[in-house]
């Protein structure tokens, strides 16, 4: 099979994680046919493993989707470059004045942008954050960086190229751009004005389940392809992007292989947040606790299928608007049968992980649709009730709020709802407080136990 390869940097990466690798660079992969020039030069922020990788094997890796049938691989050249910030500072910045760059783009999770979950607005007491500002020739969260990246360039009298974030936050167009006023306005007003007049960073939904890659894969992928691709990755067939159509630079043609440009996401963001990762985070936490460890495993267990569906169906759709073109009752019926896909090992510890920055995205705003309606959502309530459980028996995984919340399990598993409960950057100012969520999910903690 040939391999497609770019010609010139035009995209720099923040974050070559498998989800970026089997999601976007598979769009920018198959756009070469239209522009050859878009290759992607693949920055990690803080790890090595995947860049290493991914240099010696001349940034070549392999695209495997796992099918019924059974796996389907394809050599991808898209990314012409893979670097990390920690000691190539020098050369990521080479790239970033770069007067040809178009693109700056990033998958780095929700808590790589150091945010407050429960407002959406920068962190500045994040240790990161502190340190961009004490260390402005040296940064290391993706704002510092950003923000210096597009000062030089302003400096150097170059435009500025589109910047967008590819994570699972609702607006993260404007989070991300919000978040670079505040930063750039604590030392330089004029950039703060000129980010806020002149940037354009859309909005951005992904969708495809990319389960992390293990030493099982990786000898799928090498007896497919007859030698061992440390960077090979392995996803779904289901793909989807849904962009918002504001571009201050050139782009390559995403449209023409599937991807969504559109004047309003929101509606998409809404309904893939609702209805598959909503699903998906409580599915973890319900098939941690009953002992399972994937996804298909868990949707094996006829208990854990049925409260997924009852959970989709009377909870989550019902407070979820489709948007124009998306048929809902086909998109909620498609979710199940992609969580039990048996050819995907997605570890239901590697979902859980970070829950308590997911939570105000995924779940909070389902609460507070319900209540609006004067109603409580049962099947939320359980959810958030599985994944207290899972601290109040040690079972929960890493989180970048481990400490405090480890601190605030109390021996009775009420009294460790009313303290999670109680945690506003998680439940915000009014579900948390809600007596009738309240005891809902004391109730669910009840029957868990």
Request: glycine share 6%; hydrophobic share 45%.
């Amino acid at each position: 099979m040939g391999i497609r390869r770019a010609t010139a940097t035009r995209i720099l990466h923040l974050g070559p994680g498998a989800f970026f690798r089997a999601h976007m660079a598979a769009y920018c992969e198959k756009a070469l046919v239209q522009d050859r020039s878009f290759g992607i030069a693949a920055m990690s922020m803080r790890s090595t493993a995947i860049v290493d990788a991914l240099a010696v094997q001349d940034c070549i890796y392999t695209l495997g989707e796992m099918h019924a049938h059974g796996l389907e691989v394809r050599p991808m050249g898209v990314i012409r470059e893979a670097l990390a910030l920690s000691r190539d500072r020098v050369r990521c910045m080479e790239i970033a004045l770069d007067p040809g760059l178009s693109v700056i783009s990033m998958t780095v999770t929700e808590k790589g942008y150091a945010l407050d979950p429960a407002t959406g607005a920068l962190d500045f007491d994040h240790a990161d954050i502190r340190h961009d500002f004490d260390h402005p020739s040296e940064p290391v969260s993706v704002v510092g960086l950003l923000t210096a990246i597009l000062a030089a360039r302003r400096e150097a009298g170059l435009a500025w190229p589109t910047v967008m974030s590819l994570d699972n936050l609702r607006h993260n167009g404007r989070l991300l751009k919000a978040a670079l006023i505040a930063f750039a306005g604590r030392s330089n007003s004029d950039l703060a004005t000129a980010i806020d007049n002149d940037l354009a960073a859309p909005a951005s939904m992904v969708d495809r389940i990319t389960p992390a890659t293990g030493p099982a894969d990786l000898d799928a992928v090498a007896a497919r392809i007859g030698w061992r691709d440390r960077a090979a990755v392995l996803t779904e067939p289901f793909t989807q992007w849904v962009i918002e159509d504001r571009f201050a630079s050139d782009r390559p043609a995403w449209e023409r292989h599937g991807a969504i440009l559109t004047n309003d996401v929101e509606p998409f963001e809404n309904a893939k947040l609702r209805l598959i990762n909503a699903p998906h985070s409580a599915l973890a936490w319900i098939g941690l606790l009953r002992g399972r460890e994937t996804v298909a495993d868990a949707m094996a267990d006829p208990v854990i299928r049925r409260f997924v569906e009852t959970l989709l169906h009377e909870d989550l759709a019902p407070v979820t608007d489709a948007p124009e073109g998306l048929d809902k009752g086909e998109y909620t019926a498609s979710v199940t049968g992609r969580f039990a896909n048996p050819a995907i090992r997605h570890r239901l510890a590697q979902i859980a992980t970070d829950s308590s920055q997911k939570i105000a995205q995924r779940l909070v705003p389902v609460l507070e649709a319900h209540r609006a309606r004067g109603r409580v959502p049962p099947h939320v309530c359980r959810a958030i009730a599985a994944w207290i459980m899972l601290w109040q028996k040690g079972l929960a995984p890493a989180d970048p709020m481990g400490d405090e919340l480890a601190a605030s399990v109390r021996a009775d598993p009420r009294d460790t709802a009313d303290a999670f409960l109680a945690i506003r950057s998680v439940f915000g100012e009014c579900a948390g407080r809600d007596p009738d969520i309240r005891s809902t999910v004391h109730a669910a903690l009840a029957d868990l136990a």
